[in-house]
């Protein structure tokens, strides 16, 4: 887990996959743990789903 303070000076707790994480390949308890929607049961939301998260990429955490 990764934090930063907002302008008002609340902390924001977001959590981070780590590095070469395969969003494609994780199980369901894995994506809920990064706060990552579950794969969806429907065949047309599933396949928006994997085209969103094929292309996710790492992004850096803020300074």
Same mark, same amino acid.
């Given at each position: 887990?990764?934090?930063?303070?907002?302008?008002?000076?609340?902390?924001?707790?977001?959590?981070?996959?780590?590095?070469?994480?395969? /969003?494609?390949? =994780?199980? +369901?308890?894995? !994506?809920?743990?990064?706060?990552?929607?579950?794969?969806?049961?429907?065949?047309?939301?599933?396949?928006?789903?994997?085209?969103? /998260?094929?292309? =996710?990429? +790492?992004?850096? !955490?803020?300074?």
């Amino acid at each position: 887990m990764s934090g930063v303070l907002d302008s008002s000076g609340t902390k924001l707790n977001y959590y981070m996959p780590p590095k070469g994480f395969d /969003f494609l390949d =994780a199980t +369901n308890s894995q !994506l809920a743990s990064f706060a990552i929607p579950p794969r969806p049961n429907d065949l047309t939301a599933l396949t928006q789903w994997n085209n969103e /998260f094929s292309q =996710a990429l +790492n992004i850096p !955490l803020p300074q």
